[in-house]
């Protein structure tokens, strides 16, 4: 891969072209995942370090917002915009502090360009506190260090 930026030609460089690059999207300046919940829309983190959000709690159904969860079906090309809500072909794995939460869908969001929509069911042994969250699709992890903020029951 070379970059051209105005005249300015980089070095060669290679670069690995991969199915799937899976990363959850957080509030600025946190390590929290942006979340919101499906009942009411929302939205999710530890209220004490992302003002105006509520914490999560095991069983709520929740929609993680990502990029990079791989190919749909029907196929969206790179940089369309989506119509309609297709579903990825792979659905990912998804871990809440060790614990594997139910995957209820995974689908590009209508109207946007790669932005992905993770629907989740909390599992009822989910620990409290700032826990991780992880989710892999065809062996590839999101980022490290996400978290996720679940209340006491």
Do not use: E, H
């Not at 060790?98 to 599992?123: E, R």
């Amino acid at each position: 891969m070379i970059v051209d930026n105005n005249g300015g030609v980089s070095a060669p460089s290679a670069a690995q072209l991969q199915a799937a690059a899976p990363a959850f999207f957080m509030y600025g300046g946190t390590s929290y995942a942006v979340a919101s919940r499906s009942t009411d829309y929302a939205l999710v983190g530890n209220p004490s370090a992302v003002p105006g959000t509520v914490a999560a709690k095991p069983g709520d159904i929740l929609v993680l917002w990502g990029t990079g969860f791989g190919a749909t079906n029907p196929p969206v090309a790179a940089g369309t915009s989506v119509s309609g809500a297709p579903a990825v072909v792979t659905p990912p794995a998804v871990t809440v502090g060790g614990v594997a939460a139910q995957v209820i869908s995974t689908v590009l969001s209508t109207g946007s360009v790669g932005l992905y929509q993770v629907a989740i069911q909390l599992p009822a042994t989910a620990p409290a506190g700032a826990v991780a969250l992880q989710a892999s699709v065809g062996g590839v992890q999101t980022q490290a260090g996400v978290l996720l903020f679940v209340s006491n029951p």
